[in-house]
């Protein structure tokens, strides 16, 4: 099974990210992450574990609330987990993100269970040591922290909404009070539990 940890989105945010999901949605017939809730992805992880485990899972750590300052619209064009083209809004790099996800991912990864994702990345990348020691290739300084639209699998994209995507600029600044641990499926993040920040 696969899992992931996350962070919800203020409502403002959540409005805009679904209204592109929307439109993508519309224009393209095979598109990965377009039907998952926005969200922010600290880690994903295959795991052992059964989801009435997962609900039971305690964080013992006092999480204080995380800005959130939401860059410019980008995309991976030759993304190496899904093969597509994913278009996402940077978020700005801060030291509590970063702290969070090394946090969390080091509650976790004894749970994790070996898959060969890692050889998609060459050895002796930062990738490939990452997705070794915690199941997900992006932990640490080379992560880069972002709010998916989706994952285009389509040969060709339509330029006129990739364009309208690229002009667009989401204006807010928040933060985030809480985690939501996820399984992952075949079609969208299936919330079991949400993990409210103590010290708000």
């Not at 410019?72 to 030759?78: L, T, V």
Request: glycine share 4%; net charge positive.
């Amino acid at each position: 099974m696969k899992i992931a940890l996350v962070l919800r989105l203020a409502s403002g945010v959540e409005k805009k990210i679904k209204k592109f999901k929307k439109l993508f949605k519309t224009k393209h017939l095979k598109c990965l992450y377009i039907d998952d809730f926005p969200h922010l992805t600290l880690f994903t992880m295959d795991t052992y574990l059964k989801k009435n485990f997962l609900k039971k899972i305690e964080l013992n750590k006092c999480f204080k609330k995380i800005p959130i300052k939401i860059g410019k619209p980008d995309i991976f064009a030759k993304d190496i987990l899904t093969g597509g083209k994913t278009f996402f809004y940077r978020i700005n790099k801060n030291k509590k993100l970063f702290d969070l996800q090394h946090c969390v991912i080091n509650i976790f990864k004894k749970y994790k269970i070996k898959e060969k994702t890692s050889n998609k990345f060459h050895k002796n990348t930062l990738e490939y040591k990452s997705f070794k020691k915690y199941g997900f290739p992006y932990v640490g300084k080379h992560w880069i922290p972002h709010i998916s639209i989706c994952s285009i699998l389509d040969k060709n994209i339509n330029n006129e909404l990739a364009k309208k995507f690229f002009k667009s600029k989401i204006n807010l600044d928040f933060y985030v009070y809480e985690l939501s641990l996820c399984v992952v499926t075949k079609k969208s993040l299936k919330e079991v539990k949400k993990i409210n920040f103590l010290n708000k």
